[in-house]
T-cell receptor, first 113, second 110 residues
Framework: DTAVSQTPKYLVTQMGNDKSIKCEQN?????MYWYKQDSKKFLKIMFS???????INETVPNRFSPKSPDKAHLNLHINSLELGDSAVYFC????????????FGSGTRLTVV | SQQGEEDPQALSIQEGENATMNCSYK?????LQWYRQNSGRGLVHLIL?????REKHSGRLRVTLDTSKKSSSLLITASRAADTASYFC??????????FGAGTILRVKS
């Protein structure tokens, strides 16, 4: 069983479209995250939820909206996609906040054309 | 916000040699973590060192932390071809935000 699973793995879409990426964890963790990895491999945190409550909301365009229906799921919806949104998006989870390592999903490669 | 900055950006060694990667950060932290990323895959957590610890071991990995110099190092001993990957340090800022740098690309030649 995959601990943190993301779907889809690859997403190719046109500029201006709206798309969603889904993430689910079966580890019983309380905290989930979205990270964006750019072409230079630099990872930036976007959002974090703890028990369905938003606790980290970095400076990202408001076209990006996370949703956590329950603590095992954290989805990312992106409106009006732009070329600069092309990147690999990683979901991660941890047992809580603080002194825990994160478990990452395998990533969603988003390409906007 | 701060990020871990790894040095060197890339490292190429022969199998059996040791690999050392360094990381510097800017502000106070409550812990620092190291991760590995194989090409096209997600990140894998390797080790966490708390701000009141100076050294930690896990198998062939040894991590040091010097909070006075705001730096950390990751040593991989007796490297193997399977260790070929990118390695990231991630300082955790107070406020529980884990911030990553761009990583060190390690290539182990067999």
């Amino acid at each position: 069983d995959t601990a943190v699973s993301q779907t889809p793995k690859y997403l190719v879409t046109q500029m201006g479209n709206d798309k969603s990426i889904k993430c689910e964890q079966n580890l019983g963790h309380d905290t989930m995250y979205w990270y964006k990895q750019d072409s230079k491999k630099f990872l930036k945190i976007m959002f974090s939820y703890n028990n369905k409550e938003l606790i980290i909301n970095e400076t990202v365009p408001n076209r990006f909206s996370p949703k956590s229906p329950d603590k095992a799921h954290l989805n990312l919806h992106i409106n009006s996609l732009e070329l600069g949104d092309s990147a690999v998006y990683f979901c991660a989870s941890s047992p809580g906040t603080g002194f825990y390592g994160y478990t990452f999903g395998s990533g969603t490669r988003l390409t906007v054309v | 916000s701060q990020q871990g900055e790894e040095d060197p950006q890339a490292l190429s060694i022969q199998e059996g040699e040791n690999a050392t990667m360094n990381c510097s950060y800017k502000t106070s932290i409550n812990n620092l973590q190291w991760y590995r990323q194989n090409s096209g895959r997600g990140l894998v957590h390797l080790i966490l060192i708390r701000s009141n610890e100076r050294e930690k071991h896990s198998g062939r990995l040894r991590v040091t932390l010097d909070t006075s110099k705001k730096s950390s190092s990751l040593l991989i001993t007796a490297s193997r071809a399977a260790d070929t990957a990118s390695y990231f340090c991630a300082p955790m800022e107070y406020g529980n935000k884990l911030v990553f740098g761009a990583g060190t690309i390690l290539r182990v030649k067999s």
